[in-house]
């Protein structure tokens, strides 16, 4: 009987950590395709995103915890001042505890750098901009669901929620590509957020949109479809690279198929 007790203990085991496993590694394909984006641009020209994967979910706290425990550069009390501001995993209460937070939501109050980092550790990289709002333009049926009313008044339901970071993830609704999450937990980092700032979207423009970032961007933001892009945006062009929020997570990007 106690052997029997103790093959099953095993069994269980064997299974959680094959779940675990696969929640880290599994990636949604995203087939090439195009877009026109709502705002950085100053040509309004369809954007080609090549084909790519994309993490199902956002990174974790725990799977956050088991990067640290590997990288202590990136440890709360050891990373230095250029790579992360004072906030850094701010509601941890120490190197290896996330305290009262859940080990399956996301994890949030990380640097770009850290979240650069923990991509490239993975094999993996940051989604860049056109690659994150391209596959968050979807909604459980359609490519592109920009246009509808449902889809953007739920996305700007959530900019009115407040501490939906506690959450776990894979609680909202899965999208035409089976990825979860774009819209009702976090922001996320994109490796290019700052180029709004920098060149114009990184679409080699030779100037920046610059009425995104005055009284009148959100004035012209006439529906629902603009405002919600807007407010994107708009956060993501106030960012630095080593600020870290309790809002903002990350999830990560493949551009050829992951190593299991």
Known sequence: MKKFIFILIIVFFSVFTSVITAQETKMAYIKEGSFIPLYGAVSKKPVEVKSFYIDIYPVTNR???????????????????????????????SDFNFGNAKPNSPVTGVSWFAAKKYCECKGKRLATMDEWEYVAMADTRKIDARTKKEFNEYILSWY??????????????????????????????????????????????KSSDKNLFCGSGSVNASDLMDYAAFMRYAFRGSLKAQYSTRNLGFRCASTTKPKI
């Open 160 to 205: 009115e929620k407040s501490k939906t970071y506690e959450n776990e993830i894979g609680k909202t609704f899965k999208n035409y590509w089976g990825v979860y999450d774009m819209h009702g937990l976090v922001w996320e980092w994109t490796s290019d957020f700052n180029s709004i700032f920098l060149s114009g979207e990184s679409r080699k423009d």
């Open 63 to 93: 799977e956050f915890l088991e990067f640290v425990k590997k990288n202590p550069s990136f440890q709360k009390s050891k990373i230095k001042g250029i790579f992360a501001d004072k906030s850094y995993l701010s509601y941890w209460t």
